[in-house]
């Protein structure tokens, strides 16, 4: 049933069925979100300017 499906599946909707079921991946976003919570994240502006420099 499956192998039906996954071989008509876009490459992204099977790049983002692997990712979701990552639990590293998982953490790794839990925290930043509440690092981002807690501080309000990097404002745009300096986002860019970051990456400028």
């Keep these: 049933m499956f192998s039906g499906i996954l071989a008509r599946a876009k490459e992204s909707d099977l790049e983002s069925l ?18 981002i919570q807690k501080t309000g994240g990097i404002k745009h502006d300096d986002f860019w300017r970051s990456l400028k420099s």
Excluded: K, M, V, Y
């Design 18 to 35: 692997a990712l979701s079921d990552n639990a590293a991946l998982n953490q790794i976003l839990t925290e930043a979100e509440e690092r």
